[in-house]
């Protein structure tokens, strides 16, 4: 289904990088994303959504980094439920579209954590969503404010998705980089239904995904079971 390559189901996590669909455009632009396209194509639009809020007579500067700060927040809460209910859904093993549609979207990622061409979410992707919630932010927010919040949602999602680059291709020095790479690791070699957060553990805790087991102390068992992958 979908044009999609081979993807047997693998006992553990690979090295290397797959081809994901059997046409060679659809592979090269639509499969493989790099951290510097996030960058280029979502940075400049989270630019102007400020400019355009700053020379709208209407906003106020309190109101515009109350929004801002407002939207960074409402990314984390977004993260979590994209990751949680939608990245890792549940497919009925019974149905071939189910199970090529898991893989696609999430699957991939789990089998081949490594592979650097897939740890971004692909522009197409990242527009679908940011068209859904395009609407319900104008209506809640008005047709001044809303620039500001989507602003905030735009730069949280860079973060969020250079962030999590970062952990799986980086040998963090500082403490708080540790351990949120470890908590990553931890996620994708251990507990993958559990520890969704990536820039922050806070919605693991509101919502009981933070587990009090044998790796909640995040030490060095994080790294080695990812050496043992």
């Known amino acids: 289904m979908f044009y999609l390559a081979p993807h047997p189901k693998l006992d553990r996590p690979r090295r290397g990088s797959p081809r994901m669909f059997t046409i060679d455009w659809v592979e090269k632009y639509f499969s493989r994303v790099k951290p510097t396209h996030v960058i280029a194509i979502w940075v400049p639009i989270a630019i102007l959504c400020l400019v355009r809020g700053v020379r709208d007579p209407a906003t106020t500067a309190v109101g515009m980094v109350s929004l801002f700060a407002l939207g960074l927040a409402s990314w984390t809460l977004l ?3 994209l990751h949680r209910y939608l990245f890792h859904f549940e497919p009925n093993p019974q149905s071939e ?3 090529d549609v898991s893989w696609l979207i999430h699957g991939i990622h789990h089998d081949f954590p490594w592979d650097g061409d897939r740890l971004v979410m692909p522009p197409t992707a990242t ?3 940011i068209a859904a919630l395009w609407i319900p932010m ?3 927010f008005g047709v001044h404010y809303n620039v500001v919040f989507f602003a905030g ?3 949280g999602y860079v973060i969020y998705d250079l962030l999590h680059y970062w952990c799986h291709h980086s ?3 500082s403490r708080l980089g540790k351990w949120l790479r470890r908590y990553h690791m931890v996620h994708h070699f251990s507990t993958p239904h559990e520890r969704y957060g990536i820039t922050t553990p806070i919605w693991d805790h509101v919502f009981g995904t933070y587990p009090n087991d044998k790796y909640s ?3 060095q068992r994080a790294d080695e079971l990812e050496a043992k992958a």
């Open 97 to 99: 579209v189910q199970v």
């Open 153 to 155: 949602i735009l730069v």
């Open 138 to 140: 104008r209506l809640a």
């Open 127 to 129: 527009a679908v969503i």
């Open 79 to 81: 993260e979590y439920v």
């Open 217 to 219: 102390a995040l030490d």
């Open 171 to 173: 040998a963090p020095k």
